[in-house]
């Protein structure tokens, strides 16, 4: 048993769990939990954010509260997966594919960190190492920069040598690689059956490519079950200790992704999974959840470090590699000047003009038009919401003629619903999902605004945005006006239309 007390137990046991918090200001209960234990690291999402100067402050109250090696984590990819979308939003990791500039790529990283650094934010959960094998996958899609592996290390190293520079910290994810995947583990516990030399020859070599340079890994909550049969990669001391500490020599922080999502926790619960997690080599557990839910995470860790199921000299250990990332990558308030970040913006929105990509021929539509598309659409527990119909509705300039039709739920339409009538009909997909059994449907233009494998299941003229903010809607309004030339190639051989 190791020799810690209760109150050094729990002390200890608070380094190595990250927290999430419920609202835009620390409320009471938030504000209990940080002055009960000394918590350093809490991972915002969009419920967290009001614009620049609500999330500064919410931000200087958490440093004050964390201390100063304060860890404030964000999601901030780019593209659909950009929790703060007030300051310049970067194009998604295949938008840069389509492009293939390492140049670019980094300027890009930069700018990212430049944002999320005047928010207050120290650790950036990006860049995606995923590579984009399966066009089949829910969750990876746009967020891979690549189904060539080299490739993906190539301009993800770019992307996080700019963020670097900046001063925010990355995370590579998800460890060891989930672009293969049929199954999004925010909701089921994927398996992808393949042997360790099958992972070597793909999904491990933006891994390993990049291991001396991310500061931080994230894992996946996916079995492989001829590797371990029993546990996800995130639980698994075969491949967090293994394979990525002993045989690909990473020397980073490993944090685990959210334990709420449900392929870990309706299996072993946060408490448990927290205490499995850490035991297999994880530095860090990210524990969403109620205050309660992560009381009873850091009562679990502090059983273990007490009974001796934690060994205390791999707690120590750590603590002290998330210590050196928050020591390296210190937490502030940064100034963004005025000027730097209309350049920011700026070259966000050259870089979603220049990734603008075309299939099959496509081009502006002209004449009386139809568009289809979904009503609303929420968001999928990864990605942000959808454009909403209203705002699809934005890229066309007032007066073109355009009947609508708004449909509930874009995966339930059927050919014999759309109309053929001498109108252009241009569907807009606001949505992620796939659409099987589409490729009778009378549509004369495609704008795929979130997942471009939507391409492949409708077999008709179709544009790529590679994502839906700011900056990608305002390029697809240039090409529709006939201002902008698609110039981007898919980086997925499937796409090459």
Request: aromatic share 6%; proline share 6%; charged share 20%.
């Amino acid at each position: 048993m190791n020799a810690l007390n209760r109150e050094d137990a729990l002390r200890l046991a608070a380094q190595l769990v990250m927290i999430d918090i419920p609202g835009t200001a620390l409320d009471p209960a938030t504000e209990d939990l940080l002055a009960r234990y000394p918590l350093r690291a809490v991972c915002l999402f969009r419920r967290n954010l009001s614009g620049v100067d609500g999330t500064r402050a919410l931000n200087a109250a958490l440093q004050a509260r964390l201390g100063p090696k304060a860890l404030i984590a964000i999601d901030q990819e780019g593209g659909a997966v950009s929790r703060a979308t007030f300051i310049p939003v970067a194009p998604s990791a295949m938008a840069l594919g389509a492009i293939g500039s390492a140049a670019r790529a980094e300027q890009i990283g930069a700018a990212v960190a430049r944002g999320l650094a005047h928010l207050g934010v120290n650790w950036n959960f990006a860049p995606v190492l995923d590579v984009n094998n399966n066009p089949a996958n829910p969750v990876i899609g746009e967020r891979s920069f690549s189904e060539h592996p080299d490739d993906v290390a190539r301009l993800a190293s770019a992307w996080m040598a700019g963020s670097l520079r900046e001063g925010v910290a990355c995370c590579v994810k998800h460890f060891p690689g989930h672009g293969d995947t049929h199954e999004d583990s925010h909701h089921a516990l994927p398996q992808v059956n393949k042997s360790l030399d099958e992972l070597e020859a793909l999904e491990l070599r933006p891994f390993r490519a990049l291991k001396n340079q991310a500061p931080a890994l994230m894992t996946a909550h996916i079995v492989y079950p001829q590797l371990d049969a029993e546990l996800p990669a995130t639980l698994s001391r075969f491949f967090l200790t293994e394979l990525l500490r002993q045989r690909i020599g990473f020397q980073g922080v490993v944090i685990t992704d959210a334990l709420m999502m449900r392929a870990i926790a309706d299996r072993w619960g946060h408490a448990k999974a927290a205490v499995l997690a850490l035991q297999a080599g994880a530095d860090l557990v990210l524990a969403q959840g109620t205050v309660d839910e992560q009381v009873a995470t850091l009562g679990a860790v502090a059983d273990a470090l007490q009974d001796g199921r934690l060994p205390l000299e791999s707690a120590q250990q750590a603590v002290a590699r998330v210590d050196a990332l928050a020591e390296r990558y210190p937490v502030s308030l940064r100034d963004y000047a005025q000027g730097q970040r209309a350049d920011d913006e700026a070259l966000m929105h050259a870089t979603c003009a220049e990734a603008l990509t075309t299939l099959r021929g496509a081009r502006a539509p002209l004449g009386a038009l139809r568009v289809i598309t979904q009503k609303s659409v929420i968001s999928d527990g990864v990605s942000e919401a959808g454009l909403s119909a209203d705002e699809v509705a934005t890229l066309w300039s007032p007066g073109t003629d355009i009947e609508w039709f708004h449909v509930p739920d874009l995966g339930t339409l059927q050919a014999t619903d759309i109309p053929r009538d001498g109108r252009t009909n241009v569907l807009v997909s606001n949505r992620r999902g796939r659409y099987p059994g589409a490729a009778n449907w009378p549509i004369d233009l495609h704008i795929a605004l979130w997942n471009p494998f939507q391409a492949l299941d409708v077999p008709t003229p179709t544009v790529l945005s590679w994502g839906y903010q700011r900056p990608m809607l305002a390029a697809l309004r240039r090409w529709l006006a006939g201002d902008l030339t698609a110039q981007g190639r898919a980086p997925v051989a499937a796409l090459e239309l």
